[in-house]
Each structure stands twice: as C-alpha cells, then as structure tokens.
C-alpha cells in the first residue's frame, strides 16, 4: 500500500471552496490587463471599468474549470520524456528566476548567464525524477527585453525533457511562436506534441499581471499549458495564515483559469501552488517549514477540482509532505539561498534525495516477490538469507531497497555528508559539461533558433 498523506477532510475543502467563491464574488480581482479584462467581460463577469475590478460567480468560475483538460501530456523533445498528468507520483519540475549560480569550477557565486541555464537542462537531463525543466536561472548577459526568450531557446538547447519557460511582454511572444514552429515543425505539429509549457505568476494578493498574461494570451491558438503559479509570501502578500493563504491562492488560479477558458476554451493548464512565509524578525523570504503544508493543502484543493497540480517545495526531507500528497510536479530542486542562486550540483543530490523519498511513498509492497516468509520457515532459527535468489532479486529493485549508484550508502549520516555529496555532484556536473551533449539539436536548428534570438533583440531596439 502507497504511503500518502492527506491534509483536510472533505469538509474543510468545501469550505475553502465556499470562502474562494466569496471573496471572486464579492472582493473580485483586479486584472491589469485590459484584453484579459475585457475576455471576462464579454464572458458575462461583473466588472468596474474605473478599477478594473472582476467579480466572478461560482458558476463560471465552475464552468471555466469544466473547460479546462483534467488530464494531458507534458511531452519531451524525447518521446521517452513523456509525462502524462495527473500523474500516479511525484515527479520534479526544474526551478527557475534566479540571478546567481554557484560556478561548478570555481565555487564563487555569480551572476547567471544564457550558457548557464543550457548548462542547467544538461544537467537537469541527467536526473532520475526530473521531467520537466524551467529555466533554472536568469540569463543576465542579454536584452532584459528578450531575456525570456532567452532563456526559452537556452533550456530548449539543453534538454531533450519538456520545458517550462517565462515571457515578460507580447514582443517575446510573437518570436516564442517561431522557436515553437523552428523546433516541432509547425504549429499543429506543436498541438499535438506539447514539448513546452510556461510559467504564469498572478501577483498576490488578487491580481492578475498585464504584461506577462498578454504574453500568454498571444500564444492562445498554440494551446501552449500553462502552469498558474502564485507566490504570496505567508505575512506579507497573503495573511499570516495557512488556510487563508490557500484561500487566496485557490482564488487566484481558479479567476486565471476563468481567463484562460474565455481566451480558449479547453486550454490546458496546471493548478500552481507556491508560497513561503516572511522571516518573523526580518521580513526576507524563507524556505519555511509551512511551504510544504501549503502545498500539500494545495494539492488536495487541486484534486478536488480534478486539476493537475504543481508545488512548491522538493529536494529536502522537509519537504516530504509534497511528495505525500501526491502533486504532479515538485520544483525547488538545484535552488538554494533562499530561491536565490542555483547549484547545479544540488539538482542532482537533490534529485537523490527526491528518490529516496519517493521510495518511502511507494511504502510497503506486499506481492509474491515480499511475502518470503516461506524462506523464514525454511531458514528457520538462526538461519541466513543472503544466498537466496529473493535476497539479490530485491537488493537491485529500487522499490524495495533503494541503493544510489553514485551516493554511497555509507555516507548517510555521517558529519561530511552533506559535502561529500556535493563533491560527488561536482564530479559529475563537469563530466556531464565536459561530455556531448546528449540529444542536442540539429546544428541548422540551433543556427536558426540563434538567429531568431537575433531578430528579436534588434526589433525590441537599443534601449531593451
């Protein structure tokens, strides 16, 4: 039986529903963007043209939900990176936004650049429990204009996995669509293989962005998931409450979803869940021990409304109530300084200690190849096991005893584990940078995807 935790009762997510349809109702939303403003108009919402305030009733926001798939792929460059959600465990999405990396050759902490987030999917593809890779980083040694885009082509290079990307403004977006068509052929060919999805964060509390939904909304005939990802910092953008901070998240995903399903209906996309509480001395974000409460309660909300989900919180024990709970897509992994910087020899211990916790999900199996009390009865007292077939039948399935091939056993619990790992990781980041690429893209690809990057920093003009 799969170990799996559960956080509210039946009761309680009503309840949290019935507040959410309170406050769209009676609060509303204040949507910056006037295109999207005016979808949910001419969808029947009440407005105020003066605030660009939306009130949403229970009915539509149910009837967007409705329209929205409950179940797609997450397609890899790599057919065999396909991930279908709501999927059967967790598996990890790849961070991104930060400004710095830790160099895998000098140690120092550093300014991120295009060249380290393709380095970030190189190692990313590396990983067991990845499968879809956000940027990682920012690249900061290009047009801040197009530094999306970016950062989009630069990942895509990187990793043959599904991607996630970021558009700040609509001039991204019309050469978005042509790295799309450059890479999966055309536009159809795109509908039907997904290899990406991007990252849309409402900004807490209650508003829906102008700049980055209008983005999205260009790529609305490509059909392109869309992972609706708030972050309100517990205390500061959201009350200092746990139920009420997923409240407020579920309020704003569900009237992003109401956006998306008037845009298009049957547009796929991911319930969000990201939050963190503000230091109680300094105010400065935390990786908190309530972020992975918050998304474990917001993968129940998600669930309750037959939505994929992806959260917050992966790559640390602490964070084991995220993978108990069953979200599609755990990010955070490779991330550290408080979501400041990236190692890319984190991604992968922390893609270690992603494995061993999802071993502990999977919990105790009982079948014919675990019920081995027939050899207890054969060894009888003072017997030994070791020379049975069962004993070297299990020791290699992962499912039953975990064994990293590149973390020894042996290191567990030790006072250097934590740097010996990390020395481990390093060896292995630079024979994978050193190494070829694995899956690259055709070399006329590349040129072209370079040459689109090109075209779009000369339109944005000098100032971008």
Not at 26 to 37: E, H
Not at 326 to 332: F, K, T
Not at 413 to 426: H, M, W
Not at 439 to 461: S, Y
Request: with cysteine; net charge negative.
């Amino acid at each position: 039986m799969r170990f799996k935790a559960e956080i509210f009762s039946r009761e309680e997510i009503e309840l949290i529903h019935q507040k959410t349809m309170d406050l769209l109702e009676n609060t509303g939303v204040w949507v910056k963007s006037r295109r999207a403003f005016r979808l949910l108009k001419d969808a029947g919402a009440r407005t105020d043209e003066k605030t660009m305030r939306v009130y949403l009733t229970e009915e539509q926001i149910m009837d967007a939900v409705g329209k929205a798939p409950k179940k797609f792929v997450l397609a890899g460059r790599n057919p065999a990176f396909d991930y279908e959600i709501p999927s059967f465990e967790s598996r990890h999405l790849m961070s991104g936004i930060c400004t710095n990396i830790y160099d895998p050759y000098t140690g120092e902490r550093r300014e991120s650049t295009k060249e380290d987030v393709r380095n970030v999917g190189r190692v990313f593809q590396k990983t067991v429990t990845g499968i879809a890779a956000w940027t990682g980083c920012s690249a900061l040694d290009v047009p801040d204009k197009t530094h999306c885009l970016h950062e989009m082509a630069a990942i895509m290079q990187g990793t043959s996995k599904h991607v996630q990307f970021e558009l700040s403004n609509v001039h991204e977006a019309v050469y978005a669509k042509k790295i799309l068509d450059l890479v999966s052929g055309s536009r159809e060919e795109f509908k039907k293989r997904k290899i990406a999805s991007v990252l849309y964060c409402p900004v807490s509390p209650l508003i829906q962005e102008a700049d980055m939904l209008d983005a999205y909304l260009e790529l609305a005939d490509y059909e392109v998931p869309v992972n609706i990802y708030p972050m309100p910092m517990i205390g500061l953008t959201s009350p200092a409450s746990l139920f009420s901070t997923i409240v407020q998240i579920n309020a704003e995903v569900l009237s992003a979803i109401a956006i998306f399903q008037a845009a298009r209906p049957g547009w796929p996309v991911i319930y969000g869940v990201a939050s963190g509480a503000a230091d109680t001395r300094s105010g400065a974000y935390v990786k908190s021990g309530e972020a992975p409460l918050i998304s474990l309660g917001g993968t129940a909300v998600a669930r309750y409304y037959g939505l994929p989900c992806a959260v917050t919180g992966g790559g640390t024990f602490e964070t084991m109530p995220a993978y108990l709970g069953g979200a599609d897509l755990i990010d955070g992994i490779g991330t550290c300084d408080n979501g400041m910087a990236v190692s890319l020899e984190m991604i992968l211990t922390e893609d270690e200690i992603g494995q061993r916790i999802l071993r502990i999900c999977r919990g105790i199996r009982i079948n014919e190849h675990t019920d081995l009390v027939h050899e207890i009865m054969e060894e009888g007292p003072g017997g030994a096991f070791l020379a049975h077939r069962s004993t070297l039948r299990n020791f290699r399935d992962k499912d039953e005893i975990y064994t990293s091939p590149y973390f020894p056993s042996k290191l567990r619990g030790t006072v250097n584990e934590k740097a010996d790992s990390i020395a481990i990781a390093n060896k292995l980041v630079r024979e994978i940078l050193e190494g070829p690429v694995e899956d690259e893209l055709p070399a006329d690809i590349l040129v072209d995807m370079d040459r689109i990057c090109a075209e779009a920093d000369a339109a944005a003009g000098p100032d971008a």
